[in-house]
């Protein structure tokens, strides 16, 4: 194989560790933030005082305002109440919902952010933000809004529930997934995505047996990072298509979507991808079809599997199909009407992966 590739770094500052969140004020530091709002979900508003404290007189305030997909008119208070209080940067904690908030004010006043994060989702490792107008969600890419720096603290997230901890464990790998196929696929970014999915298979189970377990937090959150890390430096092709579509249409959970479509989407990829499912493979414990070791993954752990469990009715799909077969995209394997159709049959089913 002869190598050819374009690799643009981000430019990002991370810092990991156990009790992290204690550095915090010297992150704004770093960048020079004296006045910053915390951004967090209403389910979280703890942890957003909590950040609160850590950062003392440099915090303005906390906005529990955080929703999924950053509803427009959300986006637009918070973008305001950042001015009021005159905030020159804002503290997102939580998941991608708390951390897209934080997109939408530095997108239209170009705040910077600080995020940290307590799901896997990756939001904070990539610069695109989504907003929801009218039930219609819109994302675009922007430096703007990528974090400038992003403090991971695993104890922020050992309060996030086994269930959910596997599902957005798994949204992560799909990243990865998608990472090994991209159009614009690098080795650099190859290495964190296989290390990113090794990391979380292991850590994953161990959650489950023991959502406590400080060492399988640490390891889920390092996974976590590095599938973000893919997430923000690659192109996603059909599998992120789908999730898409299904969440922006049908408002299908974020994380728990991604975890049905993922092992069908991959299996319909996997022939036309090699040396992606070589590499997963590699860092699923050399299992031979990756795709149905996915599937048995989240049946052991308890994940759902069917896209009827999440609330998609049959009728769904062939509106779900043409929606994400209704512009072309890269993807390893050229894509039809009814391939998509026949992956969502069987996401929606139950089905094993083929
Ligand atoms: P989320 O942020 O909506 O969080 C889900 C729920 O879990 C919320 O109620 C939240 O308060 C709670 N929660 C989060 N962390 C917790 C913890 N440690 N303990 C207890 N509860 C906790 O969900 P998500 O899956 O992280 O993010 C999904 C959203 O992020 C979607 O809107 C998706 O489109 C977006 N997203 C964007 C990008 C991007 O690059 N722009 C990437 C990934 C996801």
């Given amino acids: 194989m002869t190598h050819q590739f374009v690799y643009e770094a981000l430019p990002m500052r991370v810092r990991f560790g156990v009790n992290s969140l204690a550095t915090l004020p010297e992150e704004l530091d770093q960048i020079g933030l004296k006045r910053v709002l915390v951004l967090c979900s209403p389910e979280q508003e703890d942890t957003g005082h909590r950040v609160a404290q850590a950062l003392g007189d440099r915090c303005v305030g906390v906005l529990p305002e955080a929703v ?49 994060p307590t799901t896997y989702a990756g939001s904070e490792m990539t610069p695109v933000w989504g907003l929801t107008t009218d039930g219609r969600k819109e994302t675009g890419k922007d430096p703007r809004v990528l974090p400038r720096s992003v403090v991971y603290d695993p104890e922020l997230t050992a309060t996030l529930p086994a269930g959910m901890s596997v599902t957005s464990g798994i949204n992560a790998i799909a ?149 994400a077969t209704s512009r072309s995209y890269g993807n390893p394997r050229p894509i039809t009407f009814d391939d998509v159709r026949g992956i969502l049959h069987a996401a929606w089913a139950g089905k094993p992966p083929s």
């Fill in 175 to 323: 990243h990865a997934v998608e990472a090994l196929y991209a159009p614009d696929a690098t080795p650099i970014i190859s290495l964190m995505a296989e290390e990113g999915v090794r990391a979380l298979a292991a850590a994953l189970p161990a959650i489950v047996a023991n959502s406590s377990d400080p060492e399988a937090r640490s390891n889920a959150l390092y996974g976590s990072w590095l599938c973000g890390a893919c997430l923000g430096a690659t192109t996603m092709s059909l599998h992120h298509k789908l999730c898409h579509a299904l969440g922006g249409t049908l408002n299908l959970p974020h994380a728990q979507t991604h975890t049905v479509v993922l092992p069908h989407a991959l299996a319909f990829n996997q022939p036309a991808a090699p040396d992606a499912t070589a590499a997963l493979s590699r860092a699923l414990g050399g299992a031979a079809d990756p795709a149905e070791r996915l599937w048995q993954i989240a049946g052991e752990l308890g994940a759902p599997r069917t896209l009827a469990e999440l609330g998609m009715k049959e009728e769904d799909i062939d509106r779900i199909a043409e929606e």
């Fill in 68 to 116: 999924m997909h950053v509803p427009n008119e959300v986006a637009q208070r918070a973008s305001d109440e950042a001015a009021r209080v005159g905030a020159d940067g804002c503290v997102a904690v939580g998941g991608g919902s708390a951390i897209g908030l934080g997109k939408a004010i530095a997108l239209k006043h170009g705040l910077p952010i600080v995020a940290v």
